[in-house]
Nanobody
Framework: QVQLVESGGGMVQAGGSLRLSCAASGSIFSINTMGWYRQAPGKQRELVAT???????NYADSVKGRFTISRDNAKNTVYLQMKSLKPEDTAVYYC?????????????WGQGTQVTVSS
């Protein structure tokens, strides 16, 4: 059994900052790519940022320069530092991870954490 548990969401004014965390637990051999996605009301889920086990990162154009993804491999945790937040960043943020268990890789998702940015 594997769980991804997010924390750190909340409400903030435009221009503010938040830091999201996502910890993976359970029977884990290793974790490949980890990432953050978001889904705003009435919209499809979209990629925010990803990070490989080696630390290579990828960002959506809409968050480049404002968001930073990082991870602590020893803690099986991925972070998303969000700065200069805008009302359009309001969404449920989900973490995802490609986890290796017993020689098989599966994608796992967290339950989501709400981020609300007021103008």
């Amino acid at each position: 059994q594997v769980q991804l548990v997010e924390s750190g969401g909340g409400m903030v004014q435009a221009g503010g900052s938040l830091r999201l965390s996502c910890a993976a637990s359970g029977s884990i051999f290793s974790i490949n790519t980890m990432g953050w996605y978001r889904q705003a009301p009435g919209k499809q889920r979209e990629l925010v940022a990803t990070i490989t086990s080696g630390g290579s990162t990828n960002y959506a154009d809409s968050v480049k320069g404002r968001f930073t993804i990082s991870r602590d491999n020893a803690k099986n945790t991925v972070y998303l530092q969000m700065k200069s937040l805008k009302p359009e960043d309001t969404a449920v943020y989900y973490c995802a991870a490609a986890i290796v268990r017993v020689g098989v890789i599966n994608n796992y998702w967290g339950q989501g954490t709400q981020v609300t940015v007021s103008s």
